[in-house]
């Protein structure tokens, strides 16, 4: 176009989808057909977050589109058959915004490697509504300590906020052996005054409980005498 006033020739911002061609190549390029996930059945939103390898897709193109229909008629893949199947189990999935079915089926794939063994249906199930009931905040630690194998319910918090372990029955490491010694070195880690993860717990604040049983300091001897 021409600016009438200054008489100055404008750039065509207009885009060319093929349907006026300047050139060959451009007739038979089509625009691509995209698919917006959201007005996808929920079947084919889980997939389409699923392929997307990490990456939040909005829309998916025809190709794309494609591998999703074929993922989900593969029977013989149990373990999206499991995670398609769970998804439709949970209610609070089956309610869930495009984001957060982004982060749930990329949780999932962090706590049960694809290349790994497939989880069990209830496994997976115990899973999605243990991370839709857990806060934002702590979805992060509660992908940690699953993908670590610790199957905690909850991601508990101290007063001061600090991570206090799982609500998991099995609290500790199996290999963990409860004698009235090691049972006094827990008495000890109770009375000191800092936060830490029984799960991770710093060698700093172990070897400060050693020392307050060794020292039979107070408040640990008249704890550890009831």
């Known amino acids: 176009g021409v600016d009438t006033e200054t008489g100055e020739v404008l750039e065509d911002h207009t885009e060319n989808f093929g349907n006026e061609s300047n050139s060959p190549a451009q007739a038979t390029a089509p625009a691509p057909e995209l698919t917006v996930v959201a007005t996808m059945p ?51 999935f089956k309610k869930a915004i495009e984001h957060d079915i982004h982060k749930i089926v990329n949780a999932v794939k962090k706590v ?21 009931e857990t806060e934002h905040i702590d979805r992060g630690l509660l992908v940690k300590e699953w993908a670590k194998g610790n199957r905690v319910s909850a991601i508990q918090r101290t007063e001061s906020g600090a991570n206090a372990g799982g609500g998991n029955k099995t609290d500790r490491n199996p290999d963990y052996e409860h004698t009235l010694d090691t049972l006094d070195v827990e008495i000890a880690m109770a009375t000191l005054p800092m936060d830490f993860n029984i799960y991770e717990l710093p060698g700093s604040v172990y070897r400060r409980a050693k020392e307050i049983v060794k020292k039979k300091e107070s408040p640990f001897k008249e704890w550890s005498a009831a």
């Not at 999703?68 to 593969?74: G, Q, S």
């Not at 049960?112 to 839709?132: N, R, S, Y």
């Open 112 to 132: 049960f490697p694809v290349d790994g063994k497939t989880p069990e249906l209830a496994t997976v199930i115990q899973f999605l509504k243990t991370w839709f």
């Open 42 to 92: 929920l079947r084919h939103r889980v997939l389409a977050q699923y392929i997307g390898e990490g990456e939040y897709l909005y829309h998916v193109d025809a190709s794309q589109k494609k591998e999703i229909l074929r993922l989900e008629m593969d029977t013989d893949n149990s373990y999206v058959q499991n995670l398609l199947l769970a998804a439709e189990n949970v209610e609070a």
